[in-house]
């Protein structure tokens, strides 16, 4: 009767331990993303930058990871020309999966410190061979508007090998909640 404890005990730690192994569940339930939903414009003489954001609690079957994040949609037009855009693919149903949000945005931002105004994350430049891209971005809460400034830099694995360093974007601009 001892050996059968035993070996339900050490059974169930096990299990346990298996568990666990397979879930340590990274869960960031950051509710604040809600007040950045919806479009932000920044126009300066012909170049206009439109960014719709959308937050959305996402799952990465990579990193199992729970997170809310910010995704979004760019349209970067200079004068009538449009140089770069998938910002119809806001109308696209929404997932918890980071891999099918992934493949609808250009990019997506989240909070580490829930009560802070900084967001930051990565913008995947659909002009340059979806090289990936640094943004930092500082939110100001004023009487009269919502502002954006966003600060971005090519990450260390941006697209080197491919003879590419640019960036379509400017590389600091301000955008203002419409």
């Keep these: 009767m001892k050996t059968k404890t035993y070996f339900f005990i050490i059974f169930l730690a096990a299990a346990s331990a298996t568990a666990y192994a397979q879930h340590p569940l990274k869960y960031d339930t950051c509710n604040t993303l809600q007040q950045y939903e919806g479009e932000w414009m920044n126009v300066s003489g012909a170049d206009t930058i439109r960014i719709y954001l959308k937050p959305v609690r996402t799952y990465s079957q990579r990193y199992n990871t729970i997170r809310d994040l910010l995704w979004g949609w760019v349209e970067y037009k200079q004068g009538n020309n449009i140089v770069m855009s998938n910002y119809a693919n806001r109308f696209l149903p929404t997932s918890d999966s980071w891999s099918y949000m992934n493949s609808i945005t250009n990019f997506s931002l989240s909070k580490y410190i829930c009560n802070s105004q900084k967001l930051d994350g990565l913008f995947s430049d659909l002009n340059h061979h979806r090289g990936l891209i640094n943004w930092v971005v500082e939110v100001t ?20 090998n491919l003879g590419d360093t640019a960036i379509t974007l400017p590389q600091r601009f301000t955008l203002i909640k419409q």
């Design 141 to 160: 809460l004023s009487a009269n508007d919502i502002t954006m400034d966003v600060w971005q830099q090519r990450t260390p694995y941006y697209n080197f």
